[in-house]
């Protein structure tokens, strides 16, 4: 697997607090021809002088001088990136030791893979917001297509954008990013690899998840307008998806 070149996305925002950590557990796990792609979403704090001393080659740092959100910033990350498998990952997370591995090889299977995470700290499974039960991804449930989607759909499938993974030639077919598409990038990517096929499930934890107040995500249900919006906005990215996925087998 140390010929892959593996390119690691980041949008960071006001993110000094936890942002070294994190890039201290990528940087371990990454090979030397491999990047890590920092977009920076014109961060007030110290995130962008923090990056700006990191002296690792492989680094790459953009820095916006307006705020675009979150979902644009990944999605100029993912544009940026020139590796064969382009991995997600947020600011203030820990990544397990062999992730790397773990999602090249799955991506050789699917040209999208999500694995498990765990909470920072106990090392706890998150819980479903929905049922409350132990929110986790199943291997054999990749290829269902029709059951992920339907999960995606009523809010119980845990597709987080930091534990997952992208082969380069899918890059094309996700972006650019539907322009109504404001939150949930992580969730039009595997409404996407549903559309053109499966996406692979790890179910090994490779993420550990910093919960705290300024989460782009959260965990808590949310308000009944909020969610009927958000179902809306699902049903419109699988609409989309089956489009991209039709030209993607035309062409």
């Keep these: 697997m140390t010929d892959v070149r593996v390119s690691v996305c980041m949008a960071t925002y006001n993110g000094e607090a936890y942002l070294r950590e994190q890039l201290d557990s990528i940087l371990v796990e990454l090979e030397p021809q491999d990047e890590v792609v920092i977009v920076d979403d014109a961060s007030s704090d110290g995130t962008v ?92 449930d990749g290829p269902r297509r029709g059951r992920n989607q339907w999960k995606i759909l009523i809010g119980d499938a845990p597709y987080f954008g930091c534990a997952m993974a992208i082969r380069r030639d899918f890059l094309s077919v996700a972006t650019p990013f539907p322009e109504y598409l404001t939150e949930s990038h992580d969730l039009w990517l595997a409404t996407l690899a549903n559309a053109c096929g499966g996406l692979a499930h790890v179910e090994q934890p490779t993420v ?44």
């Excluded at 107040?213 to 009944?224: K, M, Q």
Aim: net charge positive; no cysteine.
């Design 49 to 140: 002088a923090l990056l700006s001393a990191i002296s690792d080659p492989r680094v790459r740092v953009h820095a916006r001088e307006t705020n675009h959100g979150y979902v644009r910033t990944f999605e100029e990350a993912l544009q940026r990136a020139t590796g064969d498998v382009v991995m997600l990952s947020d600011q203030d997370d820990v990544w397990v030791h062999g992730r790397r591995a773990l999602l090249v090889a799955a991506t050789a299977e699917r040209a999208v893979a999500a694995s498990n995470l765990v909470l920072l700290g106990d090392g706890s499974p998150l819980r479903s917001p929905l049922t409350g039960r132990d929110w986790l991804l199943r291997a054999a």
């Design 208 to 251: 550990r998840r910093r919960l705290h107040e300024a989460n782009a995500s959260s965990e808590r249900p949310r308000g009944l307008r909020q969610a009927l919006q958000s179902r809306v906005l699902l049903l419109r990215l699988w609409a989309e998806a089956r489009r991209r996925a039709r030209r993607r087998s035309r062409a």
